[in-house]
């Protein structure tokens, strides 16, 4: 696997693999990598020739400088899971390649960027958008791979992609959960020990509620009881816990729908979703 930090050498390494005639798969990344992100190298592997993976932890999609702060950098490590994935480059480029001096171009997804994450996280989405603009371009892939995790996210980069006529394929994979359901997040280790054993708890209401819903239960009584349950289980705050319509977010008129959740538990900020 090589390590590439500019967009020169990126670009005339996927030109020769394109003259040869290989697809080229990107899995993007923030790093402090997990065995979700590992799924989503071996999809790319099975479905591209060769595969890119990105690291770049995108200063322009946290909202609350804390957060990036804290945000885990363990490159060394991510690299040997990539190469173990058999990833064939890591795309890793400092911040001034990303966003050189004078920068001033922002991608801006209205609608399924503007409610949940969107409300509670102001400029996130436009950062998201922005940075994934940059690194289809920059990468040129034929096919990217996101996680369902971050469903709003997904929607949103499937808006962008059909909107600016960016030449690549976009697949969601499945959340990768641990034994006792709670999705992996590169957040999670930032859990207390005590907070780890409480986390399931967001993953159970959820389903308890997605139940709930199937069997007739009003989605309004089946949320409020999962929103109460997560609240006695000891989270602080439940930012929203909603049933959307899966593609648009907009109210859930009809199947497919999701249920999209934010709590908060101690310090850390938990997102997850599953389908009704
Ligand atoms: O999901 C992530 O890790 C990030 O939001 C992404 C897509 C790599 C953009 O920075």
Redesign the pocket.
Known sequence: MRTVRDVKALRGLVAGWKAAGNSVGVV???GALHAGHLSLVHAAKAGSDRVIATI?V?PR?FNNPDDLAKYPRTEERDAAMLMEGGVDVLFAPPPEVVYPAGFATSVSVDGVASELEGAFRPGHFDG?AT??TKLLLMTGADRAF?GEK?WQ?LQVVRRLVRDLNIPVTITGCPTLREADGLAMSSRNTRLTAAERQIAPALHRAMTGAAEAIRRGVPAGRALASARAALLAAGFSAVEYLEVRDGESLGPATGAPARILAAAVLGGVRLIDNIPV
């Open positions: 993007p990344t923030m770049f995108n999609q998201v940075v994934v996101f971050d996210q």
